[in-house]
């Protein structure tokens, strides 16, 4: 998660926490299973001087989609690297360059509206069964209580402080299987704290959660066949990017949900800026797990 006020270094300025700050060693999947870049292809680590920062989706063959927190004015694109097709973070698969870093132009730091970047990469990806894009939902096909949803990252495993905390940034790829939490119900928990806007999506499972470093991560669900439990290894249908790991209120804590930012309220903005780069770009994507 992040911090709902940045987090410098190491010192907590405060004990509000966003999920992801863009410093390196925040971030963290809790109560999450190690996994492979196989059956998260479309997983990418946002890289700041070589260290990852934060989660990355990868939906087209120049373009990934990650939280716009992850970027602090003034930043230099240059300054940023992002690793696809591997398993870890700090080696393997295929470490690229940046043309441009695209934040919302509505994002807000204080209220964490509209937290979403597009990533233009110098280079075109080639897919292969290491490397591919997840499709977008739509406003029209929001994730229903029936939907599977995980969580993929390389963040830390409990919050700081905790005692069974594992510190540090994991090295090998995590997931996380989270469970829909109503909008209704996430702005009563947070009533005191922030307003959940129609652009955020709220997801928890007890003991289950992103945290710090898995901003910018994908939230993608699975629809389920009648009579399918929600729990398990591969799901069935075609994943679909619902959410980016945006923000919340501490790591697994069980009064306060993970907040996402709600891709498909902003499917108009992400179809505008490819169109501006003259590439076709999204398609149709990764069939899900295997």
Same mark, same amino acid.
């Given at each position: 998660?992040?911090?709902?006020?940045?987090?410098?270094?190491?010192?907590?300025?405060?004990?509000?926490?966003?999920?992801?700050?863009?410093? =390196?060693?925040?971030?963290?999947?809790?109560?999450?299973?190690?996994?492979?870049?196989?059956?998260?292809?479309?997983? /990418?680590?946002?890289?700041?001087?070589?260290?990852?920062?934060?989660? !990355?989706?990868?939906?087209?063959?120049?373009?990934? %989609?990650? /939280?716009?927190?992850?970027?602090?004015?003034?930043?230099? =694109?240059?300054?940023?690297?992002?690793?696809?097709?591997?398993?870890?973070? #700090?080696?393997?698969?295929?470490?690229?360059?940046?043309?441009?870093?695209?934040?919302?132009?509505?994002?807000?730091?204080? @209220?964490?509206?509209?937290? %979403?970047?597009? &990533?233009?990469?110098? #280079?075109? $990806?080639?897919?292969?069964?290491? $490397?591919?894009?997840?499709? $977008?939902?739509?406003?029209?096909?929001?994730?229903? =209580?029936?939907?599977? &949803? %995980?969580?993929?990252?390389?963040?830390?495993?409990?919050?700081?402080?905790?005692?069974?905390?594992?510190? +540090?940034?994991?090295?090998?790829? *995590?997931?996380?299987?989270?469970?829909?939490?109503?909008?209704?119900?996430?702005?009563?928990?947070?009533?005191?704290? $922030?307003?959940?806007?129609? *652009?955020?999506?709220?997801?928890?499972?007890?003991?289950?959660? @992103?945290?710090?470093?898995?901003?910018?991560?994908?939230?993608?669900?699975?629809?389920?066949?009648? +009579?399918?439990?929600?729990?398990?290894?591969? /799901? !069935? +249908? *075609?994943?679909? &990017?619902?959410?980016?790991?945006?923000?919340? &209120?501490?790591?697994?804590?069980?009064?306060? =949900? !993970?907040?996402?930012?709600?891709?498909? #309220?902003?499917?108009?903005?992400?179809? /505008?800026?490819?169109?501006?780069? +003259?590439?076709?770009?999204?398609?149709?994507?990764?069939?899900?797990?295997?």
């Amino acid at each position: 998660m992040i911090s709902l006020i940045p987090i410098v270094a190491t010192v907590l300025l405060s004990p509000w926490f966003v999920r992801a700050t863009p410093f =390196p060693g925040d971030g963290r999947i809790v109560g999450g299973e190690v996994t492979t870049i196989e059956e998260f292809p479309y997983q /990418a680590s946002v890289q700041l001087h070589g260290q990852h920062i934060c989660g !990355g989706a990868i939906i087209g063959h120049h373009f990934v %989609l990650t /939280a716009a927190h992850c970027f602090e004015d003034p930043y230099n =694109p240059e300054d940023y690297t992002v690793r696809v097709a591997s398993s870890e973070h #700090a080696s393997g698969g295929h470490l690229l360059s940046l043309r441009q870093v695209i934040t919302h132009g509505g994002y807000n730091p204080q @209220s964490h509206d509209n937290d %979403l970047a597009l &990533l233009i990469l110098n #280079a075109r $990806l080639n897919f292969t069964e290491h $490397l591919q894009p997840v499709p $977008l939902a739509t406003e029209m096909e929001p994730p229903t =209580p029936a939907t599977r &949803l %995980l969580v993929s990252g390389w963040g830390f495993q409990g919050e700081e402080g905790g005692d069974n905390e594992v510190s +540090g940034v994991s090295p090998q790829l *995590r997931f996380v299987e989270v469970d829909l939490v109503e909008a209704q119900q996430c702005r009563h928990a947070y009533r005191r704290v $922030l307003p959940i806007t129609q *652009r955020m999506i709220c997801a928890a499972r007890p003991g289950h959660d @992103s945290c710090q470093g898995d901003s910018g991560g994908p939230l993608v669900g699975y629809p389920l066949e009648e +009579g399918e439990e929600a729990t398990g290894e591969g /799901a !069935g +249908g *075609r994943g679909k &990017l619902y959410g980016i790991v945006s923000w919340g &209120l501490g790591c697994a804590n069980p009064n306060y =949900p !993970g907040v996402y930012t709600n891709v498909g #309220a902003f499917r108009n903005w992400i179809n /505008a800026h490819i169109g501006a780069w +003259g590439w076709s770009g999204l398609l149709e994507g990764w069939s899900g797990l295997q």
